[in-house]
């Protein structure tokens, strides 16, 4: 078995074979490791398993990272239509759903496949499953440790992924790789994840779980040439713990703990104002009201919290009061305990500190021929195909530097 390769990529995931597959197809030998038993399992439980491949909106102002300038370069050079091009002439169907969201007609597995094929292209060797112990410099090339004996090869790509749902193999193997070659590294964190409240203050909103309904939902500073914060409009989801769904999810990445979130719970109207300015030609009760804009359980669990009587008629309350179940909807601020963590995190926020990388080719300025690509290096994108067209865009940039 061949222990002598020009690169070695440590990673089977969506930056993984993308990479491993354009290093391939331009004459690099190239072999490509990974741990698990099952290949991509990340890409298989994608999208509700049909695999939101990528974003046909995506850009640079999709992403997070403490250097936001660096996804410019690679996003640039290998473009959702880059990736569409290929998964047509892989015959794949596929639709988009809401704001540009692009998925697989059918299952995940044909993205897999075609990964797998492009890489059979390349001519990429594979060793899956084989755990990688260690990397370490030799000469001018690379040493891998690995169950599988020594590998030596001249370039190493990391494309192990991040923290998130450690039930199908995650592990922080990328950062030790990292700290091993003396690389920084932004702290980690779930990212894409449900939030969760004190139990004791989030009692009363337990009775609405799988309540749904879009909103406005925002956390930190928007003002500035530098803003700290997001607002995103998407669909909220209530749960047992906290709140979850696309709103959440999108919100999640830039919460910074012990701050607030507000949602607007009827983004399309000023609840305080309709409710005034009606109060001689609404004579319905405040529940029945309440419940035509709202979902009735919503409706009767925010009265309830509030000591609003769900029969007084609108007419005959006073306007502060009104003022304040407005507040209550259009400007409800929250402040989360935490996080479901990483058990329920689609992506992880943080990594390999880009200041330490090329963006141009993801190779480390310090350490050359070592790369790292996708999840591990702190670019976290948006909900809704963003971190796929990372991965893509990242493994292609550094499969054409190598």
């Avoid at 084989?130 to 990397?135: I, L, P, R, S, T």
């Avoid at 607007?264 to 305080?272: G, K, T, Y």
């Avoid at 179940?325 to 601020?333: E, F, I, K, M, Y």
């Amino acid at each position: 078995m061949a222990k002598e390769f020009d690169v070695a990529v440590i990673g089977a995931g969506a930056a993984g074979m993308m990479c491993a597959a354009t290093a391939g197809k331009r004459g690099k030998r190239v072999v490509l490791l990974d741990h698990a038993e099952k290949l991509a399992e990340k890409i298989r439980i994608s999208g509700g398993g049909r695999c939101n491949f990528t974003n046909i909106n995506a850009g640079p102002a999709n992403f997070l990272s403490e250097n936001p300038h660096f996804a410019k370069s690679a996003l640039s050079r290998f473009t959702p239509q880059d990736f569409l091009a290929m998964v047509k002439k892989h015959r794949i169907g596929f639709h988009e759903k809401h704001k540009g969201q692009l998925f697989c007609d059918d299952s995940a597995e044909q993205i897999i496949d075609m990964l797998r094929n492009e890489c059979a292209d390349g001519g990429v060797h594979w060793r899956m499953p084989a755990k990688v112990q260690a990397v370490a410099q030799n000469g001018a090339g690379f040493v891998l440790q690995t169950d599988e004996g020594e590998i030596h090869a001249g370039a190493v790509v990391v494309a192990t992924g991040g923290l998130s749902i450690p039930k199908i193999g995650a592990t922080d193997f990328g950062y030790r790789v990292a700290k091993h070659f003396g690389l920084k590294l932004v702290d980690p964190r779930p990212a894409l994840v449900p939030l969760t409240f004190d139990a004791q203050e989030w009692a009363p909103f337990v009775p609405l779980a799988g309540v749904s309904l879009e909103v406005d939902v925002e956390t930190g500073s928007l003002k500035g040439r530098n803003p700290t914060g997001a607002r995103f409009r998407e669909d909220l989801l209530f749960t047992h713990r906290g709140l979850s769904g696309p709103a959440i999810l999108q919100i999640s990445s830039f919460w910074q703990p012990g701050t607030p979130i507000t949602i607007n719970l009827l983004p399309e109207m000023d609840l305080a104002q309709t409710l005034i300015e009606g109060k001689g030609t609404l004579k319905k009760q405040l529940g029945n009201l309440l419940s035509q804009w709202l979902p009735s359980r919503l409706a009767e669990g925010l009265l309830q919290v509030h000591g609003l009587d769900p029969e007084a008629r609108i007419a005959d309350m006073k306007d502060d009061t009104l003022r304040k179940l407005g507040r209550a909807v259009n400007q409800w601020t929250i402040t989360p305990n935490g996080s479901e963590g990483y058990r329920k995190a689609e992506v992880t926020r943080g990594g390999v500190d880009t200041r330490e990388l090329s963006q141009q080719s993801m190779e480390c300025k310090n350490v050359p021929g070592l790369y790292f690509i996708g999840e591990t290096v702190d670019v976290t994108g948006w909900l809704g195909g963003y971190n796929f067209q990372w991965a893509w865009a990242s493994g292609v940039a550094a499969g054409l530097a190598i």
